[in-house]
């Protein structure tokens, strides 16, 4: 047992039905130390933490919290023995001021002394250098601050073990710049810190020391300049990296040069209010929409699918003026569209795999066409080893997935339909790196069959690297197109910014 | 290894949802057969007019369920679409009753003869409790009101209107062919409600292995943004689990006022919408929609049916007979409930696991 270890799990155990989601998993955390959890989705690290925090019991295993056993049934406990967790999405009440959330839940009696509650909340804020008032509504501060009050919270508890789960994801790079000089400075306190994210940079900004796991092992624990990032997208995928850059030139597609419109859209616009856009694809290409969050580029192509009310515009599809009203419609047509919340939009949880991957087919097929258990079964077997998609039976409910194993899912639903047009809308969001890179590749691959895709994707490197056109948005507007030479960063840069208005 | 296949097997048995009404069904037949297994007796006789006729607990049991099974089909749809439960389904079977009376009797509440068929009577009233199903669906699916809430209006003005459509007398079919539907058929030795009830059964058997009746509405239940966008309308889906729930309705109300062929306004299936609602419960669907099993909620209706029915042998006074319904019920829903069944799976798990761990050392 190290000396300095404020945290100790030993041999950690955890399955779910039949998924071993953790087997034999060590962790050390040592004091004053900002601690990096990696690994694909699906390897284990958030079994990791809810089972630390005691949202999950553990199969087997120990836990020992400075060199003393403990075992946590329950997140209150792990909170009374020190152990805070901040989840990306924030789980305090935006309409009660900063200190009430601060205070919440940890008053003792009936009584609150408001006064004593301000003070120790104001003191708090400025020591811990965070731009808020004890008095503000917190929902009135920015995403940072309110994550930063989140922290403090958790501080203020005397806390020993810090858990950040993925609090950069809705940052900007000021904010998260704020937030590491709020880091750095929990851990000169000696604070230790599990930081799990998705962000390599940032990893390699303030970690000091890298645990890896994958497919619910431990692959090793690291020191951060011992271990270059190339090694560590290798560890984390347990293969030589395969070269990004390349994907696209190897599967020129014959449809390159191919001039046959599958869809165009004249002065389209729907009730999400994006202003009436041109937009066309031809067979065998892949284009994308690119823009700043919230640029409309998503209602974009919800128009395009019927998911938003259609307010005007034409629509022509193999040359045929067509009328989508509703998804339905588009579908018929042959469109498929992967919808940008995968959470809220695209699976149905509570649903097995099977019925996932069926549904848009189902319902294609009409009310009175089920298709049968066994054809079911066939299909869902086929697209589970066709987009290797990790799951115990194509019983298990999809919920149960881990989020990139979801995502394959849905696309196993639209490819089942055979469409001659997929939308894919965020498709690599809050994946890992290897997911990415197959669903990246199974792009340019069906484009090479003849079928065409419109990508997005927050990461312009991934547009860059999928997509021969880019139509980019600006405050819920078309500004811009472009293909060919002009597609670089730079110049995509600038047109989102606005600075070359073409 | 053939013993452990067999507990495999055991096991898979009992987290299957359909367990828990089993489960149930076999305790209050266990207790019966300690306490009197007289119970189980069916014995064969002739009726006051001649037809042979089957008689015992167990043929009251499967009588007397056959309202509340086919309501239970009804009302599962209903909350596996929507969420929630249709609380009208007592007040639409007075209407229903009410409307298949008025059509037989015309204007003279005792006539001689009934003035139209049975069959047109009873497309009309179905007719009748698909739009009030219709009513209850448009408010829940289209105006987005909470199924409880919607379905308080008729549950409400329901039995004033079944008396109105009557103008409150209260009518009585003379002629006996009509209490065939209620009671036996001549020459039949088993009552004519568990035909229809089981009649129901197959039909929605068929309806849910022919169309995708199924899929739509857990989809729906689950995440209507999600069943939207691939193509399905959740609107239309919700409002058709209500007209289906109307239709459900009308049956029910056929047999009940075919039972006693006249009808009592404020009487008539009491608290009805209650025990539908229970069976869906005691068949382990969630009430809060999404996933159902259809077997299991019908089952529940009978395991209802029986506990009643046990309470009564036993001599309970009825007006007691509530309180005693609703200690089982306590042990049974909260047995069900999710929750505690997935303590009690950990604790099984946990039990297996100190045994493995025992032989591995």
Redesign the interface.
Known sequence: MQHEAVLEMRGIYKSFYSVKALQNVDFTLRKGEIHALMGENGAGKSTLIKVLTGVH?K?AGEVFLEGKPIDIRSPEEAQKNGISTVYQEITLCPNLTVAENMYIGRTKGVFTNWKEMRAGATEMLESLGIPAKAEQQLGSCSIAVQQMVAIARAVDMDCKVLILDEPTSSLDESEVAKLFRLMLDLKSRGVGIIFVTHFLDQVYEVCDRITVLRDGHLVGEYEIEKLPRVELVSKMLGKELDDLADIKGDSSSEYAESQEIVYEADGLSSTAGIKPFDFSIHKGEVNGFTGLLGSGRSECVRAI?G?DKVISGKVMIDGKEARIS???DA?KHGIG?L?EDRK????????SVR?NII??L?????????ISRQKAEEFADEYIKLLDIKTASSDTPVKSLSGGNQQKVILA?WLLTNPQYLILDEPTRGIDIGTKVEIQKLVLKLAGEGKSVTFISSEIDEMLRTCSRLIVMRDRKAVGELSGDELTQSNIMNTIAGGDNK | MTASTLKMKTLSIVRKQIFIPIAALLILVVFNLIADPSFFKITYSLSSDGSPILSGYLITILDNASELAILAIGMTLVTAASGGQDISVGAAIAISGSVVLRVLCGDNPRPEEMQASILTAFLISCLVSMLFGAFNGTLVAYFNIQPMIATLILYTAGRSIAAWINNNRLPIISDPSFGYFGTFFPGIPIPTPIFIAVLCMLIIALVLKFTTLGLYTQAVGINPNSAKLNGINPQLVKFITYVIMGLCVAVAGFIKVTRFSTINYSVVAADIEMDAILAVALGGNVLSGGRFNMAASILGAYVIQFLTTTLFKFNVSSAALPAYKAVVVIVLVVLSAPAVREKIGKLRKKITASRLGKEAV
């Open positions: 019991p199969d699918f998911a509703k998804p339905r579908m569209y919808p809220r939009d695209g699976i149905v949880g509570d649903l019925e549904l848009a189902q319902v294609m097929k009409g009310f009175f066409g089920p639903r």
